[in-house]
């Protein structure tokens, strides 16, 4: 099985390149709808996630605590990509960062790391 690992490898790093030139080719074609699409499979992703939350039951308090997560998160990415005007210029640092937040969108349950990508403007 060792002889597969480079064509595996390859086969990753293509469809990464791929998949990034088509993101960027869409973003040069119009940003607002590519952000909106984004934006529309993150939120697709909330009935699957309302179902499996509540297996246990919803009580009052979960709404609440729903409520002020989503309000909190709204306004530090609203003002982070708003009222910072946070735009990291493409290097090896904020190539780090992508990876690193990329790394905790996997590992942490619903942490959406495209929306924190897209307000730091990469």
């Known amino acids: 099985y060792w002889g597969r690992i480079p064509a595996l490898g390859l086969g990753c790093a293509v469809g990464f390149m791929g998949f990034a030139r088509g993101i960027s080719a869409a973003l040069n074609v119009s940003a607002a709808v590519t952000t909106w ?4 499979l993150i ?3 909330v009935p699957s996630l309302y179902r499996e939350a509540g297996k246990e039951g919803h009580s009052r308090a979960s709404w609440v605590s729903m409520g002020i997560c989503a309000a909190t998160i709204f306004g530090v990415l609203f003002y ?3 009222v910072l005007s946070v735009q990291l210029e493409p290097n090896f640092w904020s190539f780090t960062l992508s990876g690193a937040l990329f790394g905790l969108g996997i590992v942490i349950p ?3 790391a495209s ?3 897209m307000a730091l403007g990469l």
């Open 37 to 40: 699409a984004f934006i529309g």
């Open 115 to 117: 929306s924190v990508l």
């Open 110 to 112: 619903g942490l959406a």
């Open 43 to 45: 939120v697709g992703t």
């Open 80 to 82: 982070v990509g708003r």
